[in-house]
């Protein structure tokens, strides 16, 4: 069994800043890309950040700048460091991750989701 575990989400002022984690637990070969997405009531899941297994990144514009996504592949662990946090941040964050379980066996994997919320 294969699960991700969240930690971190809570409720920071304006300018704080967070960091979320995201555990992954179970009997694994092999974490392709990890992500971060965030939702907000009457939108869509948006992707923040992504990084693949080699450490390249990618980012939202509107994190640009301010949200670092990293990854630890020794803990089967991955981050995301929320920096200079805007009110317009606030959102359920899920992480993801695409995990092969076996050489035969790949699976896309969800979070439970954190509550972020910035203050103004």
């Known amino acids: 069994q294969v699960q991700l575990v969240e930690s971190g989400g809570g409720l920071v002022q304006a300018g704080g800043s967070l960091r979320l984690s995201c555990a992954v637990s179970?009997?694994?070969?092999?974490?392709?890309?990890m992500g971060w997405y965030r939702q907000v009531p009457g939108k869509g899941r948006e992707l923040v950040a992504v990084i693949t297994s080699g450490g390249s990144t990618n980012y939202a514009d509107s994190v640009k700048g301010r949200f670092t996504i990293s990854r630890d592949n020794a803990k089967n662990t991955g981050y995301l460091q929320m920096n200079s946090l805007k009110p317009e941040d606030t959102a359920v964050y899920y992480c993801?991750?695409?995990?092969?379980?076996?050489?035969?066996?790949?699976?896309?994997?969800w979070g439970q989701g954190t509550q972020v919320t910035v203050s103004s």
């Open positions: 993801n991750a695409d995990i092969w379980r076996t050489l035969l066996s790949r699976h896309n994997y």
């Open positions: 179970g009997s694994i070969f092999s974490i392709n890309a």
